[in-house]
């Protein structure tokens, strides 16, 4: 991927004071009684790619709104760099440096790729509504820089031909690129991605993993994965955590969890049953 | 050499407002239309430069500024508003405050212009921003009723302030639109009498029609570069996706404070030249059917567009009028003779006790004014709109752009 993004990526990579970038500490959530984490805790490291698995319902999109603070749990603390996220509001998180995708696509349908994305770029950019409305030289000026990020981005996505559609009429896989995209635009230290590759066939799949590798390898930013398909987590993860009814069952390399006799139980065993 | 069409090699020439030549071509020619239409040197559109006509058309610029107030809102933001009326009788007062004269019993400063035009806007904005949190914590249809108990708290502070508002049914005049640099007794523009400017004879309709189209230009320009940089793309995520725009990073409660606050900002500076074009106004002026015709034109024009909030603007201002040619044709063609004249009939009272579906003669016999038959057709476009055409007049623009272009479908 080219220059400007590349370049955030040096100006990141200093001496950091923290002990873990995200941790999450003993997270207890309930809907109205009804238990959907049930006391998690992990940490992801800069440039981790850390996974989380487990069958559905198991509280794994839970685990995000619970970061984001869109949930507020019931007991337990999730920190950033050592701060406590507790309190915050989403958009606050975001400006943090928390990125994120969604199970069910959540792009605004009506603005085109371009604007997707330029919205993603929303907490770097800078021009108050005043600059905006006069396009005074700075306002413009700011336009265009972000412009050529974006551009970039939809270079790295290969996704030029859409640029300019509203991303409501595009097809499914474009749509989970652009999200993808949205997210990257925000510049962000962590990126969070609930099940990318959901309704996905094998090419639009491996097309996925691809980017994602990228982004970790290339962009240096740490990636929180969850995933339903176990194949694409024990390739691509660093580290899994496998989760089942909202519980931690087992947590550590690929090769470790993939024969940790609870998960083979919890997660394969559901697998077999399904069948 | 001329490049590809549609090629564009920097960012800066695709992000240009009129980035291509036909939009910059159309736009000099109506610019160029819009200055001569008072001289009525175009033939076949000189009618247009009849003081009736300008009346029109200065009514549709002053509306123009209100629904470009009213579009960032609903359109952009997605929030309903009924309130917009509410609003613009708060401009139309502060103007008249600041700006009207001096002596008792009725309030008035004595001030120019340049400072109860600004006032009017900033007065509403203030008095949005302060009623905001409350109306921007609820949604759709809740939204609309909170914004629909403003227009009745107005209406009943306007009716009932008399020395502000001049009384209810009396009303009082507004200050006209006159630019002096302080409280000197001639002003040193005055756009309501007639004179010379650069050499030529103006009248003062056409001097209004000048200054209002300027400033509506103004706020059009405003409008659509906010509609296109970071704070407009903020108002638009909210609209289509609340949680997901927070979890990008937009502040939603602040950036629909925002809107509320520039919505009324403009409908502030509308209100206050609706009133000092008009002159006399009565405090019932700013009524819920004035802030159903902003809707109107919001939905008919198109949602979300710049472009829509003028041909909103312009077909809801015309519309009273071609509705009431209308009628008197349709009477003149009942009092005739004929098959014509049975049909005619049905839909139009020729004495005060006939039947007819509309009735011109106000207040007796059956059947609509000419007033209620446009608000019918104002609910009934609404409705059409909504269901066959979301996108309103606008949309049916681009289809027929789209007809020659092949849109989105260019390279
Ligand atoms: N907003 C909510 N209100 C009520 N229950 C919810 C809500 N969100 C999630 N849940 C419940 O929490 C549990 C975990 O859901 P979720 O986090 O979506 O699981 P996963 O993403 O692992 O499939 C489920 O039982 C689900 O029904
Ligand atoms: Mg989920």
């Known amino acids: 991927m080219s220059g400007k993004l590349l370049q955030r990526r040096a100006e990141r990579s200093g001496p950091k004071s923290y002990e873990h970038l995200l941790e999450v500490k003993d997270v207890h959530l309930a809907f109205k009684g009804v238990k959907a984490i049930a006391g998690v805790s992990f940490h992801v490291d800069d440039g981790e790619l850390f996974a989380i698995i487990g069958p559905n319902g198991a509280g794994k999109t839970s685990l995000f709104n619970v970061v984001n603070q869109v949930y507020e749990p019931q007991q337990g603390d999730v920190r950033w760099k050592g701060e406590s996220l507790m309190g915050l509001k989403p958009n606050q998180t975001a400006e943090r440096g928390i990125a994120r995708t969604f199970q069910n696509i959540a792009l605004f349908p009506h603005m085109t790729v371009i604007e997707n994305l330029l919205t993603g770029r929303h907490v770097r950019m800078r021009t108050s509504w005043l600059a905006g409305s006069v396009w005074l030289g700075k306002a413009k000026r700011e336009e265009i820089e972000n412009r050529e990020i974006v551009e970039d981005i939809i270079d790295f996505l290969e996704i030029e031909q859409w640029r300019k559609y509203p991303v409501g009429l595009l097809p499914y896989g474009i749509q989970k690129r652009v999200e993808l995209g949205r997210a990257l635009a925000m510049d962000p230290e962590l990126l969070m991605l609930d099940e990318p590759v959901a309704g996905m066939n094998l090419e639009e799949t491996e097309d996925m993993a691809r980017f994602i590798l990228d982004v970790q390898d290339e962009l240096g930013i740490a990636v929180l994965l969850v995933e339903h398909d176990m194949g694409l987590v024990m390739d691509i993860a660093d580290r899994i955590l496998v989760v089942d009814f909202g519980k931690p069952i087992a947590e550590g390399t690929p090769q470790s969890v993939q024969h940790n006799p609870n998960v083979v139980k919890a997660y394969l065993g559901e697998e077999v049953e399904t069948v | ?411």
Not at chain 2, 9 to 23: G, P
Not at chain 2, 245 to 267: C, N, T
Not at chain 2, 355 to 360: D, K, Q, R, S
Not at chain 2, 368 to 396: D, H, R, T, W
């Open chain 2, 1 to 411: 050499m001329r490049g590809r069409p549609l090629l564009y090699t920097s960012y800066q020439a695709d992000q240009a407002l009129l980035n291509t030549t036909t939009k910059k071509v159309m736009l000099g020619l109506l610019l160029l239309v819009v200055a001569t239409i008072p001289f009525q040197v175009i033939p076949g559109l000189d009618f247009l430069g009849s003081d009736d006509w300008l009346r029109l058309l200065s009514t549709t610029a002053i509306f123009v500024v209100g629904a470009l107030g009213l579009n960032l809102l609903t359109g952009l933001a997605g929030q309903v508003s009924l309130g917009h009326a509410f609003f613009m009788g708060v401009g139309a007062y502060t103007a008249v405050w600041l700006g009207g004269p001096e002596d008792a019993p009725l309030l008035g400063l004595g001030l120019p212009i340049w400072i109860w035009l600004p006032a009017a806007g900033i007065v509403a904005a203030l008095i949005g921003v302060a009623v905001g949190p409350t109306a921007v914590r609820v949604r759709g249809l809740y939204l609309a009723i909170v914004t629909l108990g403003l227009v009745f708290i107005g209406d009943y502070v306007f009716r009932n302030w008399d020395s502000l508002s001049g009384g209810a049914q009396v009303g009082r005049d507004f200050p006209p639109l006159q630019f002096r640099l302080w409280k000197e007794e001639e002003p040193l523009i005055d756009f309501t009498t007639p004179g010379t400017w650069f050499g030529v004879e103006v009248s003062g309709l056409a001097k209004s029609f000048f200054l209002l189209v300027t400033i509506a230009v103004v706020f059009t320009l405003l409008a659509k570069n906010l509609q296109r940089t970071r704070v407009g793309r903020a108002f638009m995520s909210i609209r289509d996706r609340d949680i997901a725009a927070e979890i990008m990073g937009v502040d939603e409660f602040g950036y629909k404070l925002l809107a509320f606050g520039i919505s009324s900002f403009f409908a502030g500076i509308s209100g206050a030249l609706l009133a000092s074009f008009v002159v006399r106004v009565i405090p019932e002026r700013w009524d819920l059917f004035l802030s159903v015709q902003f809707i109107a034109i919001i939905l008919i024009g198109g949602a979300g567009t710049v472009t829509g909030a003028i041909l909103g603007s312009a077909f809801v201002v015309l519309l009273p009028r071609l509705v009431g040619d209308f009628t008197q044709w349709l009477q003149s063609v009942a009092l005739g003779e004929g098959f014509g004249s049975a049909i005619a009939n049905v839909f139009v009272a020729t004495t005060p006790n006939d039947f007819g579906l509309v009735n011109t003669f106000a207040g007796i016999g059956p059947g609509l004014s000419v007033a209620q038959l446009n608000l019918v057709i104002y609910g009934l476009l609404i409705i059409g709109f909504l269901i066959f055409e979301p996108l309103g007049l606008y949309g049916i623009w681009l289809r027929i752009r789209n007809y020659w272009k092949g849109w989105p479908f260019t390279y």
